[in-house]
């Protein structure tokens, strides 16, 4: 993993501290695309399982929209930015964590670009929950309504040349040429992360990369 500050030990105790307004500490882990909140992510719930704090990884990509709707809506080549998640489903999701025993989710799977109903499912011995995602510090309508949720936010900070370069580093990875990976990234990836870059929320805790 890279190097953080702070580093993941002590955003572990952070955490761990962190009071809680329902049965389950919901911590949000909010970055631009390519900004390691996945990797991050799980290495927070390795280490604060093996503290005995039961914690499970939610990913937001679950809520992507179906492609054929993004095709209807004209957003295919988009999906990814905000107006291509169900954001009020993933709204309900969050407050169902806050009060219910069990809980299912939808997972995402990459290799079929599709979302999976019912892939995950959050039981009752869950005590914190840490939900991954690019949006869930974003300041605009619907999204901005999610921050009251929160137990505790993170936010990845990493600056925007950094991203820019792992994305175009992404598509070159799946055999694409220089163009044309610096086309599709800066197409919707690079411009996501402008997005969010413009309109954040702020976080109780900012992860800078070092």
């Known amino acids: ?9 002590t955003l572990i105790d952070t955490i761990r501290a962190a009071p809680r307004a329902g049965r389950r500490r919901l911590v949000a882990l909010a970055g631009a695309p390519a900004s390691g909140k996945s990797t991050l992510a799980e290495a927070l719930a390795q280490g ?14 679950g809520f992507h929209l179906h492609n054929p709707i993004l095709i209807e809506r004209g957003l295919l080549d988009r999906k990814g930015a905000p107006a291509t998640f169900d954001v009020l489903g993933f709204a309900h999701l969050i407050s169902r964590l806050h009060a219910e025993d069990e809980v299912f989710y939808p997972t995402f799977d990459r290799a079929r670009d599709i979302a999976i109903a019912g892939g995950g499912l959050i039981g009752p011995h869950c005590d914190t929950v840490i939900i991954e995602g690019n949006y869930l510090l974003l300041d605009t309508p619907q999204w901005r309504d999610l921050h009251k949720h929160w137990d505790l936010s ?5 600056p925007l040349p950094t991203l820019e370069k792992r994305l175009i ?18 197409r919707n990836d690079i ?9 954040t929320l702020p976080a109780n805790v900012t992860v800078t990369t070092v």
């Open 169 to 186: 580093d992404r598509w070159l990875d799946h055999g694409l040429s220089q163009e044309d990976a610096t086309a599709r990234a800066t």
């Open 154 to 158: 993170i936010r990845l900070d990493v």
């Open 1 to 9: 993993m890279m190097a953080l500050d702070p580093p993941v030990a």
């Open 191 to 199: 411009a996501n992360a402008h997005t969010i870059a413009q309109a």
């Open 48 to 61: 604060l399982n093996a503290c005995g704090c039961n914690t499970q990884v939610v990913p937001m990509d």
